[in-house]
């Protein structure tokens, strides 16, 4: 028997983009930044797909990675048959600026086999530019 840990098998099913992310600087009671974005999904493969949970990487300027890894996307297991789209919304709030984000998604597709998408990284244009 194996110990190994074993991972999810990558598939590209998804064509995935970020139509919106901005950062927003709250003062109170101490600074923090949330980064609002919404992102969009395209079935581009020929089976259909369950999603099942997403799994998060986000960095900060103070050299900070969170991983978070949650069940369900946007509080649902949406399927997408071959052509279907789906998009959501949402935010993430860090410490210190932000400086990188990525999200994966994991699901089964038709056949019942589990699959992790290849992470969809966000562009540099949703973070400010550091200050020197």
Request: aromatic share 10%; proline share 10%; net charge positive.
């Amino acid at each position: 028997m194996s110990t190994e840990p074993r991972s999810l098998p990558e598939r590209d099913y998804l064509d995935m983009g970020v139509s919106l992310c901005r950062v927003q600087a709250a003062r109170h009671p101490r600074t923090r930044y949330r980064v609002c974005y919404r992102l969009r999904m395209y079935n581009a493969g020929r089976a259909s797909l369950r999603l099942l949970g997403r799994k998060w990487t986000l960095r900060d300027t103070a050299g900070n990675t969170r991983i978070i890894e949650a069940d369900r996307v946007f509080n649902q297991q949406p399927v997408l048959k071959p052509g279907d789209a789906f998009s959501y919304g949402g935010s993430a709030v860090f410490e210190a600026p932000p400086c990188g984000m990525e999200v994966r998604f994991f699901g089964m597709d038709q056949g019942n086999r589990p699959f992790i998408s290849p992470p969809l990284v966000f562009p540099s244009r949703c973070f400010p530019p550091r200050r020197r």
